[in-house]
């Protein structure tokens, strides 16, 4: 049973701090994503990697990076978080072969102050 | 751009009426759309994939070219049905392992 698993269901934080959130998977896929989940406006791509150190920017990349320096694990990274990046922040995997199937972790709902 | 839109936030249905989830495209050719589904307080996982042809917990989804949809059907909706749907397609080229999803459309059946 594929696993994917997020460091927090729920963070509370202030403007400005640098946030961290982690993903971890326990399948071996190849492609790892960060969705933002946002009411009327769907799943929108933050980031992809799809191998160890590599990624690609999705629709809303602007005030995130990401780093990915194991295979398993997929880190968000909000440098200096805003009030507009209130939201919920889903995680997924993907095998190479199969990739319009993706496993989805839990989400962090993500408050900023 | 390749888009995927679902024009309904919400579907309403009593429990026994048929559903059919809206989803349309704007890919060329025949792209391989996905419906996911997400119950309340569970994680979003894949409903069906268009190029298994299956049916899932009663729901289908064909594609249909002519009118670049791809809605996703069940003919007696169930209480249980209730959650938040999302239409996906490739993003870009197919072996990307990128996908596009629709804005979702909340379905709510009511006994």
């Known amino acids: 049973d594929v696993k994917v698993t997020q460091s927090s269901r729920y963070l509370v934080k202030r403007t400005g701090e640098k946030v961290f959130l982690e993903c971890v998977q326990d399948?071996?896929?190849?492609?790892m994503f960060w969705y933002r989940q946002d009411p009327g406006l769907g799943l929108r791509l933050i980031y992809f990697s799809y191998d160890v150190k590599m990624k690609e920017k999705g629709d809303i990349p602007e005030g995130y990076s990401v780093s990915r320096e194991k295979k398993e694990r997929f880190s968000l990274i909000l440098e200096s978080a805003s009030t507009n990046q209130t939201s919920m922040y889903l995680c997924?995997?993907?095998?190479?072969?199969?990739?319009?199937?993706?496993?989805f972790g839990p989400g962090t709902r993500l408050t900023v102050l | 751009a390749q888009r995927v839109t679902q024009p309904e936030k919400l579907l309403s249905v009593f429990k026994g009426a048929p559903v059919e989830l809206k989803c349309n495209y704007s890919?060329?050719?025949?792209?391989?759309l996905f419906w996911y589904v997400q119950y309340s307080r569970q994680r979003l996982q894949l409903l069906l994939r268009h190029i298994s042809r299956e049916s899932i917990k009663g729901f289908t989804a064909d594609l249909n070219k002519g009118e670049t949809s791809f809605h996703l059907k069940k003919p007696f909706a169930q209480e249980e049905d209730s959650a938040m749907y999302y239409c996906a397609g490739p993003w870009g080229s197919s072996n990307t392992g990128k996908l596009i999803f629709g804005q979702g459309t909340t379905l709510q059946v009511k006994p």
């Open positions: 399948m071996d896929h190849e492609n």
């Open positions: 997924a995997s993907s095998l190479r072969t199969r990739s319009g199937e993706q496993f």
């Open positions: 890919y060329s050719g025949s792209p391989e």
